[in-house]
């Protein structure tokens, strides 16, 4: 989402995601919550951490971004490998190199055994949080105000400040916004596979980044179907041909596709005027 | 008369250098020995990725891939057919340079329609399909990488290949090809329209790139007489990228710079690291690239060169 | 745009200068202190001195927890010898070099631990990939390499100066073959590895040829990358196949995951692996669905030997975690480097090389290690069950 407003690439955005399951495995210990598996300790893990990587999310910003809006583009994408360096070796000093065990907020339950078919409580949880969420930022970029002065950044910075909106506060809470997704989203994949450790990040924020370009840059339900091609050919591949060349596979996939479609699934083509 | 002089003058610097290696080389410690030839090894990557992502202005992300390709080829030759004779391996580095050359021109030729971030995750995905490749292929060690690669590449080697590299990519600059990239990274449209065939010259770029890419991947196998593919992962090309934007996209002498100071950082960090018996090495060199960045927002030289500088200006013949 | 440039120009010429003076300070300080060293060998003779051992190791990167705990461990072995004395009279001192787990940075921290600090020996490393970069600088140089944990048999194949204190994977790969084949009597198995670790291809490899061999047949092969989340595609197809035993050999980091989702998918049989497995982690990770695994591994902590037991207590009581085997493996290596030093002759490479050539039942805490003419360690195994979130030791196989 960041990614499509700003056009940036932000490679720092697994590393939130690191920080976030960080938080909530902290805070879980902070709340001594650790022997009471319920949904009102998961919410308030959730919370807390949503919290925290709102904050880091707007620090990295102000920090990072802001004074680089103007610069070439490629000189935020290396200030944000940068900023994922700094945040994976500062986890590495601060939380130990080891993986830590997630605790257990949440009972897994059987809900449904449908044959060789089972429904966790877990993926309950993740669908309906993941739902909620996807919900909630689509009626904020579609419905509110703030959603249409974020399309309106989105599709000229310069535009919309002449017309006398705040871009920095946007763009700043577009990225608190992000941050604190990502927050969500390390603490929901904790709880399922409970060992985070500071390098979980670098692989996720590749794939998420290839998701988002799959689907067509700055676009919801593309980056939610090219999220889908992505898992979905992994696994099928791992499953029924090679695992040993699974990524291999899903890359050539991706290439094909970005041949076939040159601007993913959704993109908008601009036809370049001079 | 004035190019045939900064030709002369050009060459016999390089003569000179040369000489003063040959000298050095067996005067200086193992140590500083072994990152002066890693730091000529970058040169040769950063210089071939600025090549690609700063003169022709396509962003990518797959340079390991190339060097990859290099290493592989190159390594396996020296290992199974030919043998550590110095003839031999001046071939080996060419044939594996050609190879990583080769693979660039069949991934350019379809992909470099792709444009910016497209075309950015389009060589992510190639590099890291090169390395799953490897990783399986058991006749080349497998994950389990290919030792005993002789040890050929010495200081005079990579010096020879980083000059003879430079040299290659200032005359490619100053030629037509040169003026054909930049305008291309400039308004690619307005190049169309002037009558520059961009795909030609894209894949001209990426090609040469990736040949020298493959250069400096046989280089780095004969150095270390070792490698697996997880030595050549996604870090890697960022690795190369970080260099070229430090030094400046687009500057010769930017990417040369930051290539040397990129590869003695870590080491000129070493003994605060044991002073302190905490490993912040890695903190303080990315805390310093975010930091050169904010300031130096276009890198360390910019577009310029290192003798469009008034301090320079002696070198200089105008 | 004048101000830019002058900016840049000092820029330049700092790190310029910079580069200059530090390629200065190598050169001098190389030296200086090849004179200083030659002098102090010769003062060793007669004043109480340091002995400088070096190590290379991962303390950054995605390795860094093995490279810790092997660290700790050294120190720990260097710290108890210095207690009683140290070494003929002189105190040892560990000088330990990250390489952010890369075999190029390895290659250089080698070469700088060896002509810059003048390290009479080097410990380390624990990836094989990290070990076959270093060995041929410590080969050229003559200077002995004790690697902690490589378990590919090319590591020691590189040179004399080359030992090892670990298993390699042709002996530990067989040891759980013939357990599942002769003891657990199962014959048909799925192999689940690490594509991207050398060890975990090295053990799967000589675990089917032996299971081959005695009879056994592998019914399926799949594979994951070390750092993997989900594994459910991979452990379908393993389902699908209806293996008797799954061989996983990996890292604990991965297979507490992996165990954790078999049993959500519902395979109940046994799963195995190697030393690899060895962590208090892999119980905090894999929870109940450890329960049952086998795995070979240097020794049980459980083992009533009170010198295991010692050296169990002492690093919990330094560094707050039960010791995994790369612990284990970095602290016999620190013992049996000390004990070489006690019985060579000097401490030239050559000197040290020749002592630890001769090696031979050394108590350590991963058996009693006797070096082979090959620089590899003769040692049993031992098959460990986890039972109640605890390691049983169920059998020892000593090396045929």
Redesign the interface.
Request: hydrophobic share 45%; net charge positive; aromatic share 10%.
């Given at each position: 989402m960041v990614f499509g407003i700003l056009k940036l690439i932000n490679f720092a955005h697994g590393d939130v995601y690191m920080i976030g399951a960080f938080v909530g495995y902290y805070a879980a210990r902070f709340f001594g919550l650790l022997h009471e598996p319920s949904i009102s300790s998961f919410g308030i893990v959730l919370i807390s951490s949503m919290f925290i990587c709102a904050f880091l999310g707007f620090l990295i910003e102000r920090i990072a971004y802001r004074p680089l809006r103007s610069a070439p583009r490629i000189t935020s994408l290396i200030t944000a490998i940068g900023i994922s360096l700094f945040l994976e070796y500062c986890a590495q000093l601060i939380f130990g190199p080891d993986p830590k065990v997630f605790p257990q907020i949440l009972n897994s339950v059987n809900l449904v055994q449908w044959g060789e078919v089972a429904l966790n409580s877990y993926h309950v949880l993740i669908f309906s949080v993941s739902f909620i969420l996807m919900v909630l930022l689509r009626f904020l970029v579609l419905k509110t105000k703030y959603g249409q002065a974020m399309r309106a950044v989105s599709e000229d910075v310069k535009v919309a400040n002449l017309l006398g909106l705040p871009t920095n506060t946007i763009i700043s809470l577009t990225f608190i916004m992000g941050a604190a997704l990502a927050g969500a989203a390390g603490v929901l994949v904790g709880t399922v596979y409970p060992r985070i450790d500071p390098l979980m990040g670098i692989v996720p924020g590749i794939k998420a980044f290839s998701a988002a370009v799959i689907g067509g840059i700055g676009n919801f339900p593309g980056a939610v179907l090219g999220g889908l091609i992505m898992g979905l050919s992994e696994e099928m591949v791992a499953a029924y041909w090679s695992s040993s060349y699974r990524d291999a596979i899903a890359f050539a996939f991706l290439i094909i596709i970005l041949l076939v479609k040159p601007s993913g699934f959704f993109g908008k083509y601009h036809p370049e005027k001079v | 008369m004035w190019t045939y002089l900064k030709r002369q003058q050009a060459y016999l610097i390089l003569g000179v250098f040369l000489v003063v290696l040959s000298f050095i080389h067996t005067?200086?410690?193992?140590?500083?020995r072994?990152?002066l030839i890693?730091s000529g090894i970058n040169i040769i990557l950063a210089n071939g990725l600025n090549l690609i992502?700063g003169i022709t202005g396509q962003?990518s992300l797959g340079h390991a891939g190339f060097m990859a390709i290099g290493a592989y080829a190159s390594a396996y030759l020296s290992v199974f057919v030919t043998g550590p004779e110095s003839f031999a391996f001046l071939l080996n580095i060419l044939a594996g340079g050609c190879l990583a050359g080769f693979f660039g021109f069949i991934l350019g030729l379809?992909?470099l329609?792709?444009?910016?971030?497209?075309l950015?995750?389009?060589t992510?995905?190639?590099s890291?399909?090169i390395r799953?490749?490897l990783?399986?292929m058991d006749s080349v060690g497998?994950?389990?990488?290919l030792?005993?690669i002789p040890?050929n590449t010495d200081l005079i080697w990579t010096a020879g290949a980083v000059g003879l590299s430079l040299i290659f990519i200032y005359r490619m600059m100053k030629s037509y090809i040169g003026r054909a990239f930049l305008a291309i990274r400039e308004n690619?449209?307005?190049a169309q329209?002037c009558g520059i065939n961009i795909t030609k010259y894209k894949v001209i770029s990426f090609t040469s790139g990736a040949f020298l890419a493959g250069i400096a991947g046989a280089l780095?196998a004969h150095q270390?007489?070792?490698?697996?593919p997880?030595?050549f992962g996604?870090i890697k090309s960022?690795e190369i990228?970080?260099m070229i934007?430090?030094g400046g996209?687009g500057s010769l002498s930017g990417a040369t710079?930051a290539a040397?100071?990129l590869t003695?950082l870590?080491?000129?960090l070493?003994p605060l690291?044991?002073i302190t018996q905490?490993?912040?090495?890695?903190?303080i060199?990315?805390?310093l690239?975010?930091v050169m960045?904010?300031t130096?927002?276009?890198g360390?030289?910019?577009k310029?060169e290192?003798w469009d500088?008034?301090?320079f200006g002696a070198f200089r013949r105008s | 745009m004048r101000r830019n440039m002058t900016v840049a120009t000092i820029l330049t010429n700092v790190f310029v200068s910079l580069i200059f003076v530090f390629s200065l300070g190598c050169t001098k300080k190389q030296q200086q202190s090849s004179e200083t060293s030659k002098k102090s060998s010769q003062q060793n003779l007669e004043t109480n001195d340091t002995i400088l051992i070096g190590a290379v190791l991962s303390l950054t990167g995605p390795e860094a927890t093995f490279g810790i705990s092997t660290k700790n461990a050294i120190e720990l072995s260097f710290e108890q010898k210095n207690k009683e004395g140290g070494v003929l009279g002189k105190k040892l001192k560990l000088i330990t070099l990250d390489n952010q787990s890369k075999p190029e940075e390895s290659a250089i921290a080698i070469t700088k631990l060896i002509t810059q600090d003048n390290v009479v020996a080097v410990l380390g490393e624990v990836a094989s990939s990290r070990s076959i970069a270093m060995a041929p600088i410590a080969q050229s140089n003559k200077i002995p390499m004790l690697s902690t944990a490589s378990t590919n048999p090319k590591v020691t194949e590189l040179g004399d100066f080359i030992f090892r204190t670990s298993f390699i994977d042709p002996f530990q790969g067989p040891v759980l073959a013939r357990f599942v084949f002769e003891n657990l009597k199962m014959k048909k198995v799925a192999i689940f590895k690490d594509v991207k670790n050398d060890y975990s291809i090295g053990l799967s490899q000589f675990f089917k040829e032996k299971f081959v061999e005695l009879g056994g047949q592998i019914i399926s092969e799949q594979s994951y990358s070390a750092g993997d989340m989900d594994f459910k595609a991979q452990l379908t197809a393993i389902r699908s196949a209806k293996p008797e035993f799954v061989y996983l050999p990996g890292y604990y980091t991965d297979v507490g995951l992996i165990l954790r989702q078999a049993r959500e998918l519902g395979i109940k049989v046994p799963f195995g692996g190697g030393d690899g497995w060895d962590s208090p982690k892999l119980f905090e990770i894999g929870g109940k669905a450890t329960e049952g695994g086998y795995f070979s591994n240097h020794y049980s902590p459980e083992a009533e030997d009170p010198f295991v037991q010692s050296f169990v207590k002492e690093y919990e009581a330094k560094y707050g975690t039960v010791p995994d085997a790369l612990a284990a493996l970095g602290y016999d290596s620190g013992i049996i480097m000390i004990e070489a030093l006690k019985n060579s002759k000097s401490l030239a490479g050559t000197d040290i090389r020749d002592a630890l050539a001769k090696t031979s039942k050394i108590k350590g805490v991963t058996g009693i290690i006797t070096f082979n003419s090959q620089r590899n360690p003769i040692k049993s195994a031992v098959i460990i069950k986890i039972e109640d979130g605890k390691q049983k030791y169920v059998t020892t196989i000593d090396p045929s």
């Amino acid at each position: 989402m960041v990614f499509g407003i700003l056009k940036l690439i932000n490679f720092a955005h697994g590393d939130v995601y690191m920080i976030g399951a960080f938080v909530g495995y902290y805070a879980a210990r902070f709340f001594g919550l650790l022997h009471e598996p319920s949904i009102s300790s998961f919410g308030i893990v959730l919370i807390s951490s949503m919290f925290i990587c709102a904050f880091l999310g707007f620090l990295i910003e102000r920090i990072a971004y802001r004074p680089l809006r103007s610069a070439p583009r490629i000189t935020s994408l290396i200030t944000a490998i940068g900023i994922s360096l700094f945040l994976e070796y500062c986890a590495q000093l601060i939380f130990g190199p080891d993986p830590k065990v997630f605790p257990q907020i949440l009972n897994s339950v059987n809900l449904v055994q449908w044959g060789e078919v089972a429904l966790n409580s877990y993926h309950v949880l993740i669908f309906s949080v993941s739902f909620i969420l996807m919900v909630l930022l689509r009626f904020l970029v579609l419905k509110t105000k703030y959603g249409q002065a974020m399309r309106a950044v989105s599709e000229d910075v310069k535009v919309a400040n002449l017309l006398g909106l705040p871009t920095n506060t946007i763009i700043s809470l577009t990225f608190i916004m992000g941050a604190a997704l990502a927050g969500a989203a390390g603490v929901l994949v904790g709880t399922v596979y409970p060992r985070i450790d500071p390098l979980m990040g670098i692989v996720p924020g590749i794939k998420a980044f290839s998701a988002a370009v799959i689907g067509g840059i700055g676009n919801f339900p593309g980056a939610v179907l090219g999220g889908l091609i992505m898992g979905l050919s992994e696994e099928m591949v791992a499953a029924y041909w090679s695992s040993s060349y699974r990524d291999a596979i899903a890359f050539a996939f991706l290439i094909i596709i970005l041949l076939v479609k040159p601007s993913g699934f959704f993109g908008k083509y601009h036809p370049e005027k001079v | 008369m004035w190019t045939y002089l900064k030709r002369q003058q050009a060459y016999l610097i390089l003569g000179v250098f040369l000489v003063v290696l040959s000298f050095i080389h067996t005067h200086i410690s193992p140590y500083l020995r072994q990152l002066l030839i890693l730091s000529g090894i970058n040169i040769i990557l950063a210089n071939g990725l600025n090549l690609i992502s700063g003169i022709t202005g396509q962003l990518s992300l797959g340079h390991a891939g190339f060097m990859a390709i290099g290493a592989y080829a190159s390594a396996y030759l020296s290992v199974f057919v030919t043998g550590p004779e110095s003839f031999a391996f001046l071939l080996n580095i060419l044939a594996g340079g050609c190879l990583a050359g080769f693979f660039g021109f069949i991934l350019g030729l379809p992909t470099l329609r792709l444009k910016g971030d497209y075309l950015a995750i389009v060589t992510l995905g190639f590099s890291e399909m090169i390395r799953v490749i490897l990783l399986n292929m058991d006749s080349v060690g497998g994950a389990r990488g290919l030792p005993q690669i002789p040890h050929n590449t010495d200081l005079i080697w990579t010096a020879g290949a980083v000059g003879l590299s430079l040299i290659f990519i200032y005359r490619m600059m100053k030629s037509y090809i040169g003026r054909a990239f930049l305008a291309i990274r400039e308004n690619e449209l307005a190049a169309q329209s002037c009558g520059i065939n961009i795909t030609k010259y894209k894949v001209i770029s990426f090609t040469s790139g990736a040949f020298l890419a493959g250069i400096a991947g046989a280089l780095f196998a004969h150095q270390l007489s070792y490698i697996n593919p997880s030595i050549f992962g996604f870090i890697k090309s960022f690795e190369i990228l970080i260099m070229i934007v430090l030094g400046g996209l687009g500057s010769l002498s930017g990417a040369t710079l930051a290539a040397i100071i990129l590869t003695f950082l870590p080491e000129a960090l070493r003994p605060l690291q044991q002073i302190t018996q905490i490993d912040f090495r890695m903190i303080i060199y990315s805390s310093l690239l975010i930091v050169m960045m904010l300031t130096r927002p276009s890198g360390l030289l910019g577009k310029r060169e290192l003798w469009d500088f008034k301090i320079f200006g002696a070198f200089r013949r105008s | 745009m004048r101000r830019n440039m002058t900016v840049a120009t000092i820029l330049t010429n700092v790190f310029v200068s910079l580069i200059f003076v530090f390629s200065l300070g190598c050169t001098k300080k190389q030296q200086q202190s090849s004179e200083t060293s030659k002098k102090s060998s010769q003062q060793n003779l007669e004043t109480n001195d340091t002995i400088l051992i070096g190590a290379v190791l991962s303390l950054t990167g995605p390795e860094a927890t093995f490279g810790i705990s092997t660290k700790n461990a050294i120190e720990l072995s260097f710290e108890q010898k210095n207690k009683e004395g140290g070494v003929l009279g002189k105190k040892l001192k560990l000088i330990t070099l990250d390489n952010q787990s890369k075999p190029e940075e390895s290659a250089i921290a080698i070469t700088k631990l060896i002509t810059q600090d003048n390290v009479v020996a080097v410990l380390g490393e624990v990836a094989s990939s990290r070990s076959i970069a270093m060995a041929p600088i410590a080969q050229s140089n003559k200077i002995p390499m004790l690697s902690t944990a490589s378990t590919n048999p090319k590591v020691t194949e590189l040179g004399d100066f080359i030992f090892r204190t670990s298993f390699i994977d042709p002996f530990q790969g067989p040891v759980l073959a013939r357990f599942v084949f002769e003891n657990l009597k199962m014959k048909k198995v799925a192999i689940f590895k690490d594509v991207k670790n050398d060890y975990s291809i090295g053990l799967s490899q000589f675990f089917k040829e032996k299971f081959v061999e005695l009879g056994g047949q592998i019914i399926s092969e799949q594979s994951y990358s070390a750092g993997d989340m989900d594994f459910k595609a991979q452990l379908t197809a393993i389902r699908s196949a209806k293996p008797e035993f799954v061989y996983l050999p990996g890292y604990y980091t991965d297979v507490g995951l992996i165990l954790r989702q078999a049993r959500e998918l519902g395979i109940k049989v046994p799963f195995g692996g190697g030393d690899g497995w060895d962590s208090p982690k892999l119980f905090e990770i894999g929870g109940k669905a450890t329960e049952g695994g086998y795995f070979s591994n240097h020794y049980s902590p459980e083992a009533e030997d009170p010198f295991v037991q010692s050296f169990v207590k002492e690093y919990e009581a330094k560094y707050g975690t039960v010791p995994d085997a790369l612990a284990a493996l970095g602290y016999d290596s620190g013992i049996i480097m000390i004990e070489a030093l006690k019985n060579s002759k000097s401490l030239a490479g050559t000197d040290i090389r020749d002592a630890l050539a001769k090696t031979s039942k050394i108590k350590g805490v991963t058996g009693i290690i006797t070096f082979n003419s090959q620089r590899n360690p003769i040692k049993s195994a031992v098959i460990i069950k986890i039972e109640d979130g605890k390691q049983k030791y169920v059998t020892t196989i000593d090396p045929s």
